[in-house]
């Protein structure tokens, strides 16, 4: 009973108990992004059980389906909690991979529609545990560190795909061009074994530890600052490894044991860090007990007599610590009053834009490069330069967010990262093999960016509250948008053009590249309505912040 109480202190208290719960939130993460790496194994599902692209593209939106119906997942997270969810989505992810293994081995319906229903249970487990990680992060940190916290947590997302990326190359055959399909069979049973263990493990360790207390000492939150930027860069060194090891295995062919090896080695490496830390905070923790207390506090101001309809966005700044925060105990909306925001409407907009852009090219990845490139080509290249480009978007724009709040709010962010997005499905259609992985590595960048930022705008313009449910709410946009540009268009103009399953040539994608640089416009200008109308209320609200301060 003592172990116990003991093991509860350092789970719940503070110094301790966050750090513990984001390096949870870390692994979770990591595990949850496997929806990026389907282009690792969808040429088999042409070639082995003979899928059209239309068809294939059914299979990997129904699992997009899965990711962005996360509303299931954010009412349990409002309704049991980070940990009940992250627990119930490790059983999903299992199941849906297990089933995806029978599938591969003959032992049931191999039908399109089978397989799509076993994608989708797997990415509902994946929406639910990286929902949950997100969540934990926005409840547990205050709003100047918010973005940072979540930048970290969404770029172990965004990371996700490289990670099993480097597991498939190094056990299973993954950097040849077309793996044996035994190998594709394990590699999908490891999957199963692998994220659920790691998802139900640090599910049992995250909580709702909750936000500094209102006295909060300033040296404590300067560490917890600190902290957070060691995580960080850890984080970017990790991401800078990876992508070295990918240009090296692109280049070096065929692979010696050390390329092969390498990046699992760092990511081992990456998590003995991680439990290095852990290890610490514990020592600390039973060395010596202590609080809070503290005469220099950072106060989070709130006035309710200004909490009106009009002036919705309050931005407070303590006079002791003299920090701008926004206020957001006055914005807790819920799913009903959310969706009466023109705020909503113009996010909701503008991620169904993007995300369906952007999945649709993650989806195609293979099919893309062998459409320019006019040979079979490896997935495991193009998927992990668009993976590395989706970590140090969802990380650059929370940190550039953070830092240059004082002179850009974070809508502007939101217009850079879907700019980003729209240049490069510009050289897409430019239809070149340079402008080929400059393309791939800038879509995966504005679309982290987009994602990430989406997650802490919702915070600030809707409450934390409810957040598990307004992201999921968000989230069908998002599964909308890939129905329409990754399903509808791609699929029906690849099959009209293509041969036998197979398309080379600028036909193959050339009219969907173009939809999506039409719609990627449309979510610049979305982007550029958005700032407008959000500029004024911040620029109000900083002069009433400063009258107040006087």
Known sequence: MENESTIKQILINRKTGIWICLIASCLIATCS???????????????????????????????????????????????????????MGSFLTLTGLILQYLLLCGKVSNSYIVNGVFQFITQQGSSWAGLSAVS???YNFAAVDQGKAVGIVKGYVGLSASVITQFYVCFFGG??????????????????????????????????????????????????????????????????????????????????????????????????????????????????????????????????????????????????????????????????????NVEFWLIFSITFCITGTSFMVNNNLTQIANAVLG????????????????????VTSTIASDYLS??????SFILIATSIVFISQLCFIIFSEPFLYIGIGLCGFGFGAVLTMEVVM????????HIGSN???????????????????????????????????MDCFFFSLLSNFIACGVAVLLSMVLVLRTRQVVINSSKYSQQQIK
């Open 406 to 411: 004082s002179k850009f709010h974070r809508p």
């Open 136 to 138: 934990a992060s926005v």
């Open 175 to 340: 950097a040849e061009p077309k793996p044996e399909f035994t190998n594709v069979q394990n590699f999908t049973l490891f999957l199963a074994i692998f994220l659920a263990s790691v998802t139900f493990t640090c599910g049992s360790v995250i909580r709702k530890i909750g936000r500094p207390p209102q006295t909060f000492a300033k040296k404590d939150a300067k560490i917890e600052n600190n902290y957070l930027k060691f995580l960080l860069i850890i984080a970017i060194i990790f991401a800078i490894a990876l992508g070295i090891i990918s240009i090296l295995q692109a280049i070096k062919k065929p692979l010696t044991s050390f390329l092969e090896f390498f990046g699992v080695i760092v990511f081992f490496v990456q998590v003995a860090i991680w439990a290095t830390l852990i290890l610490y905070a514990l020592f600390t923790f039973l060395k010596k007990k202590s609080d809070f207390d503290s005469e220099e506090a950072i106060t989070f101001a709130y006035n309710p007599q200004h909490d009106d309809q009009k002036n919705d966005f309050i931005l407070s700044t303590s006079p002791v610590a003299k920090i701008s925060i926004y206020s957001i105990e006055n914005r807790d909306h819920n799913l009903f009053s959310t969706i009466k």
């Open 33 to 87: 992004g496997s929806v990026y790496s389907f282009s690792l194994t969808s040429q088999f599902y042409k070639s082995e059980f003979g899928y059209s692209q239309k068809e294939l593209n059914v299979v990997a939106n129904l699992g997009n389906l899965g990711v962005f119906l996360s509303i299931t997942g954010g009412l349990i997270i409002d309704r049991f909690g980070v940990s009940v969810a992250t627990i």
């Open 471 to 505: 992201i999921g709410l968000f989230d069908i946009g998002n599964f909308l948008g890939t129905l329409v540009f990754a399903t509808l268009i791609a699929g029906t103009v690849y099959d009209n053009h293509a041969v036998e399953s197979t398309c080379f040539g």
């Open 375 to 394: 040979e079979s080509s490896s997935s495991a290249i193009f998927v992990t330069i668009n993976s590395i480009g989706n970590f140090f978007g969802r």
């Open 458 to 465: 919702i915070a600030e313009f809707f409450g934390s509250k």
